[in-house]
Structures are given as structure tokens and as C-alpha cells.
């Protein structure tokens, strides 16, 4: 057997596993169910779910509602019997998803000419003329509504954006922005546990953010009766969906 | 509760109820009810024979039909009369039709005046004393007595209550659904009962209703989804001025 340089035996290294990036895997794995397919907890009957999902997906059949995030730039097209060409543009990134089914909204804000202004639009309403992502992209919270008490730097975004050219495979990316906020008061105490913001520089001295850890509710993660499981019914809806799309 | 929009772009709200295995139980005559016109028996949703009374399960047994949680009354003129047995589907209903809708509402249990009756209360400080939701005075001093009637706390809710006027805006002849405009009384998934509007601006509404009730192995084959006029169907391409 072989003999080092110090006269000692070596001792066996195995050669390096070989790895195997599986790009196809990769490709299949990533796939996006829209929050809004997802029904909630309740005793509703599931029926009401599935002839909702019928109609959403009938609706997207003819009109195609794209992938975005809370934290993507959006532009929307919405008929207007009052505007001059019958049609209105807002360009905005959107801040909050809510609504389940038929009534899904999404919240897009901007700052025109120093003044804030965000939209709520629903998802399925026959008026919208065409949804465009100009920048897909997640950000570090689900819910961006503290960009009301933030500087408006951060909200602004340019009304002629070009659309950020991205390639399909490639995982979403995800901003790790801090966003820096005007002195407080602010419409809700950000800090607190409770809204759980991971994306907000905090510039509050230590004894305040001591404080606020006070209404922290620690208990909440291991409560079983709010866990909601929704893996399988996730499954189910998706292929329904891809097989109705 | 789920959203419908018109052609025009408007929203409005639809309730969706389901026509669960109805069937007609007995035919009662004008004499024998000693009303003014002949009354239909009508059984709801199927539930166990267990629960159900000798007398009840008798009136199951000679219409040849499964025992129901519901039985309703409904006056019926003498050329709408339908035999026994028969199973009455959503179809029964068509788009642009004005219904009225009565079920139990929500029980909320003894409640105080407050919320039974929408009373003010008094302040909550300036020196009130134990009073804040209580109802005050409850009659007068001529009066000497207190009114029949009078507005008290007691028991709220779990009583029959009736919408008015509610339109049909789509009927789903698979599943038997009905969506009828607006909101309509009772929690989700509670029983209710569905008539042809008595409102007088409604009378003349139902064009060419399915007389006297839709028959499913009749000639007529409808299509899955009917739709009122008005409606934006999820088919069209978007809405434009």
C-alpha cells in the first residue's frame, strides 16, 4: 500500500461523488399555483370551491393573468368609460394579494407627482384589458403595506418602465431590501412581532425594540389547531388547473 | 357569496343555493286544508329515518321517497298540481325570474337590547353609574302599565325570515344551483326555501316559466349553465366602452 511522506499510512480518502445537476427536474419542479385558487378553512361545501375554480379557470382560458409576487412591478390596463381612449394604464408594484376565488384582489402603489397612490384590482373583474409584469420579483414579507411610512424613494416606480427581460427556468429572485422608514408615528407599530417584517432597517434605539418584543406571542407557532395543511389540496387544484389551462 | 359581473362592468353579489334532492310528498285539496287554494307538500335534503316520527315517516313511505330533514308548504293554483314523487330540480327556476328566499336566521342566543333592538345605551363615562347598555325608561307615566310588545332583551335570531325580490342571475342544471342576487338569511349551508316573488313590480317578470315544474326526463334538453341576459360570461373577451 502507498506510504506518505512522513512515513505514516494514509488513510483511505474516497474519490469525490460526482454532482449531478438535473436541469429538466429542476425545470418540472418549479411550478406556481395562484394564491387565490387555494380555498379557505371553513365548512363551506367544497362543491362552491370547484365551481368557482371552473369559472377562474374559463376566465383565464381567455385572458392570461401571469405570475407575480407581492414586491413585482405591475401594469394595468383597465376599460374606463370616462378616460380619453377608453382605457387607463397604472403601473405600480404590488403590495398586497387578498381574496380567495372569483373576488381575488391585488393592492399596486405608486407615487406620481409626489403624491401616493395605490389601486386595489380584482384579479377576474371582465374590465381589466391586459395585467403586464414589468419586474418579477418576491421580497423578504408577503405584505408590503409599510411602504406608506417608508421614504418614497421607495415606492416610486417610472410609468414608461421597460419590461425586465428574464429567462423562464431561473428561480425567482428574491430582493433582500431593507427599506428605511420616515420618523414615526407611523399608521401601525412595524416593529412589533406580530406583522413579523423582515424588510425594514430599523433605525429605533434597542430600548424600543425591546419593548415591542413584549406583545410577542411566542406560543402561535405551536398551536395545532391553526395549522392548515395544504400540500394535498395544493396537488389536487394543480392539476385541475393544468388541465383545464 | 361569490361575484358576478354585467356587460357593462358592474359588480354584484350572488348567493349560491343548491337544489339537494326535492321531491313532492303530497298533494293537500282547497277543502281539506281550508285554505283559499290547494296546497303541495315539498321534502328537502335526505337525512336518516331515524330521527323522523312514525307520522312523518308514513307520509315518506306513500310518496315512495326517501325521508327529508325539510317539509314545506307551498299554495299552488289548481292547474300546477304535480303528482307525489315527483323530484323537482333548480331548472324549475330560469335567469331573470325574482324570487323570495325564507330560512331561519343566524341564532344569536339571548341578546341585550343593544343589538337585539339597535338601541343608543347611555355614555361611557360623565359619571354614569352601572348604565351603559341598558334599555332606560320603558313606558310612561300616564300609561301605568308597560305595552304589549315592548322592545326587551331576549332571545335574537333562529327565526324564519324571508328576502324579498331577489333576481336569478344563473342556474346550473348539473349540480342544480341557483344564483340568486344579494344575500339571503341563514348560515352557510342552512335550509331554505325558495317561492316566485310576490312583490307586485315582479308579477309579470316570468316570461315563459317550465309549467308546472321542469321534468328531467321530458324532451327538453337543456345546456349545463343558463344564463340571464345581462350577465358577463367568462367565455366573452373583456369588457370594452
Known amino acids: 500500500c502507498r506510504v506518505s ?79 380619453n381612449e377608453k382605457a387607463s394604464r397604472f403601473v405600480g408594484i404590488c403590495i398586497q394579494r387578498g381574496g380567495k376565488g372569483l373576488g381575488a384582489t391585488f393592492v399596486l402603489r405608486n407615487v406620481i407627482e409626489d403624491q401616493g397612490v395605490e389601486m386595489c384590482y380584482e384579479l377576474y373583474n371582465p374590465r381589466i384589458q391586459a395585467i403586464e409584469v414589468l419586474k418579477l420579483e418576491k421580497r423578504l414579507d408577503d405584505n408590503l403595506m409599510y411602504l406608506r411610512d417608508a421614504l418614497p424613494e421607495y415606492s416610486t416606480f417610472d410609468v414608461n418602465m421597460k419590461p425586465v427581460s428574464r429567462l423562464d427556468h431561473e428561480e425567482v429572485p428574491v430582493n433582500k431590501l431593507q427599506v428605511r422608514m420616515k420618523p414615526k408615528p407611523w399608521s401601525k407599530r412595524w416593529e412589533r412581532p406580530k406583522y413579523n417584517i423582515k424588510g425594514i432597517k430599523f433605525d429605533l434605539p434597542e430600548k424600543k425594540m425591546k419593548e415591542a418584543q413584549k406583545w410577542s406571542q411566542p406560543w402561535l407557532e405551536f398551536d395545532m389547531l391553526r395549522e392548515y395543511d395544504t400540500s394535498k389540496l395544493e396537488d389536487k387544484i394543480w392539476k385541475e388547473v393544468s388541465e383545464g389551462l | 357569496m361569490m361575484p358576478i359581473w354585467t356587460k357593462s362592468g358592474e359588480k354584484h353579489a350572488v348567493t349560491l343555493l343548491k337544489v339537494q334532492d326535492c321531491h313532492v310528498l303530497r298533494y293537500i285539496s282547497k277543502e281539506e286544508s281550508g285554505g283559499k287554494t290547494s296546497k303541495l307538500l315539498v321534502g328537502g335534503k335526505n337525512a336518516s329515518p331515524f330521527s323522523k316520527s312514525e307520522s312523518a315517516m308514513e307520509i315518506f313511505k306513500e310518496a315512495g321517497v326517501p325521508p327529508k330533514q325539510k317539509v314545506t308548504m307551498f299554495n299552488v293554483t289548481d292547474d300546477a298540481i304535480i303528482k307525489p314523487g315527483t323530484p323537482l330540480y333548480a331548472a324549475h327556476f330560469r335567469p331573470g325570474q325574482f324570487v323570495d328566499v325564507t330560512a331561519k336566521t343566524i341564532g344569536k342566543g339571548f341578546q341585550g337590547v343593544m343589538k337585539r333592538w339597535g338601541f343608543k345605551g347611555q355614555p361611557a363615562s360623565h359619571g354614569q353609574t352601572k348604565t351603559h347598555r341598558r334599555p332606560g325608561a320603558i313606558s310612561t307615566n300616564k300609561a301605568a302599565k308597560v305595552y304589549r310588545g315592548k322592545k326587551m332583551p331576549g332571545k335574537m335570531g333562529n327565526i324564519y325570515r324571508t328576502s324579498f325580490g331577489l333576481k336569478v342571475w344563473r342556474i346550473n342544471t348539473k349540480h342544480d344551483i341557483i344564483y340568486v342576487n344579494g344575500s339571503v338569511p341563514g348560515h352557510t349551508n342552512c335550509l331554505v326555501k325558495v317561492k316566485d316573488s310576490k312583490l307586485p313590480t315582479y308579477k309579470d317578470c316570468n316570461k315563459n316559466p317550465p309549467f308546472p315544474t321542469f321534468f328531467a326526463d321530458g324532451d327538453e334538453k337543456l345546456p349545463e349553465d343558463l344564463y340571464d341576459d345581462e350577465i358577463f360570461q367568462f367565455t366573452d373577451p373583456s369588457v370594452t366602452y
Open chain 1, 5 to 83: 511522506s512522513d512515513g505514516k499510512p494514509e488513510k483511505f480518502q474516497p474519490p469525490p461523488k460526482p454532482v449531478i445537476i438535473d436541469r429538466q427536474k429542476q425545470r418540472e419542479e418549479r411550478r406556481f399555483l395562484s394564491p387565490e385558487f387555494i380555498p379557505p378553512r371553513g365548512r363551506t361545501d367544497p362543491l362552491k370551491f370547484y365551481i368557482e375554480r371552473k369559472d377562474m379557470i374559463q376566465r383565464r382560458k381567455v385572458f392570461n393573468i401571469p405570475e407575480f409576487y407581492v414586491g413585482s412591478v405591475l401594469a394595468v390596463t383597465t376599460a374606463d368609460p370616462y378616460a
